[in-house]
């Protein structure tokens, strides 16, 4: 193995658009609302957030994932629990 092998070995790109199957508990940022409806914006994946309380915008929240288009890069998901605030 060269020495350019072993400083990459392990390296990997973060895509901007992952994915996610019905069942996932994730942690995710509330980015905003639409249509009364809590948002989370995940790189350039859109997660609705059914259940989540009036003024969960820029709170991190636990999320259980109800369905995922791949396709689309949109879901929608159940709030859990807030789990913090906004460090900005």
Known sequence: MSRL???F???SFRGSTPDYEPGDVIEVMVTGAEGGEAVARIGDSTLRIEDA???AVNTRVLVAVDSWDEAA???TGTYRE???ESAF
């Open 5 to 7: 092998d072993k400083f």
């Open 73 to 75: 890069h949109r879901g």
């Open 53 to 55: 309380p009036s003024g």
């Open 82 to 84: 807030t789990v913090g």
């Open 9 to 11: 070995a392990g390296f």
